[in-house]
């Protein structure tokens, strides 16, 4: 062993599982030379839950980023000898009818997000393993990728350390954790260990089940606990005797039994000549919090393995029984089946990127064996690039909040989380239960009493509608469908589209307060706005204005979508709720590494915010202002900012909309919000639920949302919302931005599909929510450009105005024209669009409609 090092580039902090060794191997590739790693137990671990994986991967997921993290570590599995692709089954049973529409579901996002995964029969089914009883399934899927990491992530993990130590690029050092991390100046220094301390610029925390001990270290947590997973084995079973196989059937998934099963191969192999039998609890999950972890010395098994009774899984592996008998004829390995603790999120992904707290200090937690080699080049390529090829924002540590990071709100997202592993199906829009009602607006109880239908986004309660407002349907309800089918209308309230139409034939007022408000200012505010931003934000001229504008990474791709307000003193950022934190964190971070010399406040809940529009928001606002005439429009230019008065209250206001219909954002003290509220609502005014805002007429007026349609995958002029001159000043990502505005054409353009029939088999007509692929209709492929990036929706909602459903999407440049008839999938269903605009293009633009004055 190398002698204790007092130096290094970077620390890896729990080296000895599949993430620390992947982070480690990727941060070699990527050139980083003098890396140490420690883990408080063996390397590779032999207390971690790599340590008892089950090692399987499928590539199925309902978002991207999940899916290519599992498609790239297949991939890396396979290269290194290391993978067994025998493919993996999902099944649905007889008479669970809603698994298998879950099924067709997963198939569909697996060809929107470029898997192989393709639907099978029983008797498929039955063929591929024979230990199914046929007549029990009435179909499912089948992913050729699907495999078994061989002889373990375990062995592999050891293997990847081993070649970063033969590299000489990597010390690695066991039975060696942390004690405390070294921090001056709100930076990482360095990591104490019993062995003496290492100084370094850089530290990854990659300790899996033990990541929230070492981030309380710095005085922060991880939003994600460890939950126990009950593992039974049953033999011997010797199909494969001889074979010298790890497994030999492809994998099964019973996720309506939220359960999973594979034969181990050869009774030679390490752990051969069995059945292993998984489960995940669905009703009372038992959690653990890290501090309750065993030493390995106090733990009877390991202390990421507890102590399974068998009456805790009795119900499900019965029933399981009647799925695949030879579970009840073979004999239950009491000495092998154990509680192995995997991680779960509270926020629906894993926790990576930079501390918020204290510069140089990255987290990767919370990640299964199948996505680990993903994560690790991810980590690898973040921390050198400062960037990652596919948008990272989904798990990025910036995007929590402050009330994210608390015990309690832990406990509960993550206990909610766990019964939902395997089962049910998740619907895109599914709200959590637990820990709600933890940011309200100033109108909150207002509307209350209207009957609001109300979501959460970042901590706000958020009302889609009023019941209050359903007498419009009377007048509106034969241009506002029924949702017959369920899953479509799920988490959807009919009424939204009907206040909609009434907003646009009138006026409305929209509860904004889930904007995330940042102040930055001092000496440099305005040169460092104007190096994130692509617009033009200094000169005397922009002073009064709200500046729409975004930020790029160095490629030139987008990496935010904000609304800038210019004033005498400082700049407001104006951003979405769930991009909100990351940007400000973002802006922080690029202050401190460029030396600009500016202070940067959060004041999200300072404020709050109020949307006006319609054809008669001026009329009305009129009525409640102080100084009528300053709404005048040569009074107040679109996008200009002035001061009002309402109610006795001095009110910010935007002339802006999201809406596509004239009017204001008005933006207030928090505590002055009810008394505006309540000015606009005596007279008359409608309150009208987010929906409208945030999806329906957004998509209408064909508007853009950051983190769905704009991603760090594509740049401004792919997404149509570059700006007719490149300023002069210099801007990040600047030089790229050049270069893609020289091309003749893009590689893909953002494109507004509109569904031209929505009528499926059995005479339904359906409402699509969540991504499709788009395909070309004559070979029912997958459209890909080429860059390699794959067209699926992004954005998807029901328009009333036109009486359509409406998507936006990315398709290659060949693709892009008008007219052009396209395809999309739907529950494993084909439905027939057309390509209604390249680039920004309004369906129905009230503005055109009548002159904007």
Not at 377 to 400: P, Q, V
Request: glycine share 10%; proline share 5%.
């Amino acid at each position: 062993m190398s002698a204790f090092p007092d130096k290094a580039q970077v620390v890896i902090v729990g080296l000895g599982g599949i993430v620390g060794a992947s982070v480690a191997h990727h941060l070699i590739e990527r050139g980083w030379t003098d890396i140490v790693g420690i883990d408080k137990s063996g390397i590779p671990t032999d207390v971690g839950s790599t340590a008892h994986a089950s090692d399987f991967c499928y590539t199925t997921s309902h978002d991207f980023l999940s899916t290519w993290t599992s498609l790239y570590s297949v991939d890396f599995f396979d290269k290194m000898g290391a993978y067994e692709r025998v493919g993996g089954l999902e099944i649905a049973r007889t008479g669970d009818d809603a698994w298998m529409e879950e099924i067709k579901r997963k198939v569909t996002s697996g060809k929107a997000f470029g898997t192989n995964v393709r639907l099978v029969s029983p008797s498929e089914i039955k063929e591929m393993f024979p230990l199914i009883e046929e007549d029990q399934v009435q179909g499912g899927l089948y992913d050729p990728d699907a495999g078994l990491v061989v002889p373990r992530s375990q062995a592999l993990s050891g293997r990847l350390v081993d070649m970063g130590v033969d590299s000489g690029n990597l010390k690695s050092f066991a039975n060696t954790p942390a004690q405390s991390l070294i921090v001056e100046d709100g930076k990482i220094t360095g990591v104490k260990t019993h062995r003496g301390t290492i100084m370094a610029d850089h530290v990854v925390v990659c300790a899996g089940l033990w990541g929230r001990l070492i981030a309380n270290m710095v005085g922060e947590d991880l939003p994600v606990m460890p939950v126990d997973h009950p593992l039974t084995f049953f033999g011997p079973f010797n199909e494969f005797e001889g074979t010298g196989k790890d497994i030999g059937y492809p994998l099964l998934r019973d996720q309506g039994n939220s359960a999973y099963m594979r034969d181990t191969g050869d009774p030679k192999t390490t752990e051969g000549g069995q059945i292993e039998w998984g489960y995940y609890e669905t009703t009372k999950p038992r959690m653990c919090h890290p501090r309750d972890l065993q030493s390995k010395e106090e733990a009877r098994l390991s202390p990421s393995q507890r102590d399974l009774e068998l009456e805790q899984v009795i119900e499900p592996l019965e029933k399981a029984m009647e799925l695949t008998p030879i579970l009840s004829e073979l004999g239950y390995n009491e000495t092998w089946s154990f509680n192995g603790l995997l991680q779960v999120s509270a926020a629906g992904g894993p926790s990576c990127g930079e501390s918020q707290k204290v510069r140089g200090l990255w987290y990767c937690v919370a990640i299964w064996v199948k996505d680990g080699p993903g994560y690790g080049k991810l980590i690898a390529d973040w921390m050198t690039d400062g960037r990652t090829e596919i948008d990272h924002a989904g798990i990025d540590y910036s995007r929590f909040y402050a009330h994210q990071m608390t015990e309690k709100y832990i406990e509960d997202r993550c206990y909610e989380a766990a019964q939902k592993i395997y089962f049910p199906a998740i619907h895109p829009r599914e709200p959590y239960a637990g820990s709600r009602n933890i940011k309200r607006s100033p109108f909150y109880e207002r509307e209350v009493e209207l009957g609001g239908y109300f979501m959460e986004l970042g901590g706000w309660e958020r009302a889609h509608g009023y019941a209050a407002n359903e007498h419009l349907l009377e007048k509106y309800g034969n241009k506002v469908p029924v949702r017959e089918n369920e899953w479509d209308n799920r988490h959807f309230w009919r009424v939204s589209n009907a206040e909609q139409l009434a907003l646009s034939e009138d006026c409305g007022i929209i509860n904004l307060s889930h904007f995330y408000m940042f102040d930055v200012e001092g000496p440099d505010h305005v040169a460092l706005m104007e190096w994130l931003c692509a617009a033009k934000i200094g000169g005397d001229n922009n002073i009064g204005k709200g500046i729409y504008t975004h930020f790029l990474d160095d490629e030139g791709n987008v990496r935010a979508d904000l609304t800038i307000f210019r004033m005498e003193d400082r700049c407001r950022i104006v951003d979405g709720a769930d991009a909100g934190p990351r940007d400000y964190h973002y802006v922080k971070r690029i202050a401190e590494d460029k030396g600009f010399d500016v202070t940067v406040t959060d004041v999200s809940e300072e404020y709050t915010t109020i949307g006006i529009w319609g054809p008669n928001a001026r009329e009305n606002l009129k009525r409640v202002v102080s100084d009528p005439a300053a709404l005048d429009p040569e009074n107040f230019p679109f996008a200009g900012i002035r001061n009002l008065e309402i109610a006795g209250k001095k009110v910010f206001a935007l002339r802006l909309s999201y809406v596509g219909e004239q009017g204001w954002e008005l933006h207030m003290k928090y505590e002055d919000g009810l008394a505006v509220w309540d000015a606009l609502r005596a007279e008359g005014i409608m309150a009208v639920g987010v929906e409208t805002y945030a999806n329906s007429r957004r998509l209408e007026k064909s508007l853009r949302l950051q983190n769905a349609d704009l991603l760090t995958q594509y740049n401004l002029y792919e997404a149509d919302l570059a700006r007719p001159k490149v300023k002069e000043a210099d801007f990040r990502g600047k030089e790229k931005h050049l270069e893609y505005r020289a091309r003749d054409k893009q590689p893909a353009m953002l494109c507004t599909l509109v569904m031209q029939e929505n009528t499926d088999a059995s005479g339904v007509e359906r409402f699509p929510v969540g991504a499709m692929p788009v395909q070309d209709p004559v070979t029912g492929k997958t459209l890909v450009d080429e860059l390699g990036r794959i067209s699926y929706t992004t954005s998807v909602a029901y328009g009333p105005t036109i009486g359509k459903n409406i998507a936006l999407a990315y398709l290659p440049q060949e693709y892009c024209e008008v007219g052009r008839k396209l395809q999309v999938e739907y529950f494993s269903e084909s439905f027939p669009v057309e390509v209604a605009g390249v680039g920004y293009a309004p369906l129905y633009d009230p503005e055109n409609a009548k002159p904007r004055s």
